[in-house]
């Protein structure tokens, strides 16, 4: 019994932040962000749309894909880093009940950027282990409600949306989510933060005065370890799998920015032909931007079944990962 990844849906929100609207509120120019980051556009949510709904679109947009009922949905994980609420309810539950699911196992994960691909590492453990059959795996953040609109080093590149994906269950190795490999490591933690809001510096007046509950990144030592990182974790999982570039169909890596996603390809020496690129579009959403990705190139007719997605995340923590997944959906 192997996992196997039946479908993708995704949820874009459908205002614009341009970066000529970037230009009007911080120091900032177009030119810069496009030459810096590749990112010319994100999308935001609305003032009454939180990061369960985004996931709610997403979610029945992937069931409906999948072609299975609510019901035989045996697990809900959400990963995300700007959910409903600090503590609880997790947002996982949120969205069962906005699915009209109950009486099953719903949770959030929090690995930042690399959400989704631990999220389907646990979906994979869970099946080939026979636990649930039919497991919804989501990445969904409101990125804009923990941005600081007055930092220019951040505000340029965060957006919102969501994407989600049902994983089932097969005996052919061929349309298996084949290997992930997740990972992280804790020494880095402070250069990519939220510093309050949390036990260690509980929301005050100071914290808020301070936009101290506002994403902080070094985000020049983020770059270098991020290419580092994602390239290594590449070269990895293909040789312990014994494959190489020109066996995968696409390479799906983490959305953050055009100058690491091109470092990285060209390091491996990856068609550009077979690589996603939406961070044009959508911005660096986090635990969303793997799926959302994917669901882009799902519905240019450009994943077909039985290609083989080659996935690579690195995020706050760190957290990184990669992840073999060939795709089964129709
Ligand atoms: O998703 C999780 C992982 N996240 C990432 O992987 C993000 C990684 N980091 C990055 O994408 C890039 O580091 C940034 C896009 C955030 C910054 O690009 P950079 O090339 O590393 O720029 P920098 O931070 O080294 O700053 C260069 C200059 C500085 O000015 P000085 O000190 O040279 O005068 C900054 O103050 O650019 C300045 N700067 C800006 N200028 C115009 C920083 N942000 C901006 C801005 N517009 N938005």
């Known amino acids: 019994m192997y996992a196997s990844f039946l479908s993708i849906g995704a949820y874009v929100p459908k205002k614009c932040l341009t970066n000529n609207d970037l230009e009007k509120m911080v120091d900032t120019s177009d030119e810069w962000i496009v030459q810096r980051t590749g990112i010319k556009n994100r999308h935001i949510a609305d003032d009454d749309e939180v990061t369960s709904d985004l996931a709610y679109k997403a979610s029945e947009v992937a069931i409906s894909r999948a072609g299975i009922k609510k019901e035989e949905i045996d697990v809900i994980i959400c990963a995300t880093i700007s959910p409903d609420y600090l503590c609880m309810p997790s947002t996982a539950c949120i969205i069962a009940d906005k699915l009209g699911i109950k009486n099953i196992p719903a949770f959030d994960i929090s690995a930042a950027c690399s959400g989704f691909v631990y999220g389907l590492n646990m979906a994979k453990a869970f099946i080939e282990s026979k636990i649930y059959k039919n497991i919804l795996v989501i990445g969904a953040e ?30 052919d190795k061929s349309k298996s989510i084949l290997d992930i490999h997740i990972s992280s490591d804790g020494k880095y933690g402070d250069l990519l933060i939220t510093p309050a809001g949390g036990v260690k510096n509980p929301s005050s007046l100071e914290t808020v005065e301070n936009r101290l509950s506002f994403m902080k990144m070094k985000g020049n030592d983020v770059f270098k370890i991020a290419v580092r990182t994602l390239t290594k974790d590449v070269k990895d999982i293909l040789a ?16 953050a920015n055009y100058r690491i996603i091109e470092s990285v390809r060209n390091k491996l020496k990856f068609d550009p032909n077979k690589t996603v690129l939406t961070v044009q579009k959508y911005g660096n959403t986090s635990a969303a931007s793997i799926p959302m990705a994917m669901n882009d190139w799902y519905e240019k007719g450009k994943l077909k079944n039985g290609n083989l997605m080659l996935l690579d995340t690195f995020g706050g923590g760190f957290t990184w990962g990669s992840g073999l997944v060939y795709f089964n959906g129709k």
Do not use: E
Request: proline fraction near 2%.
């Open 142 to 171: 409101k990125l804009s409600a923990i941005t600081d609109y007055t930092d220019r080093g951040t505000c340029i590149l965060f957006g919102d949306g969501a994407g989600a994906a049902i994983i089932g269950s097969t005996d």
């Open 240 to 255: 312990k799998n014994s494959l190489t570039g020109d066996d995968i169909d696409l390479f799906i890596p983490h959305q």
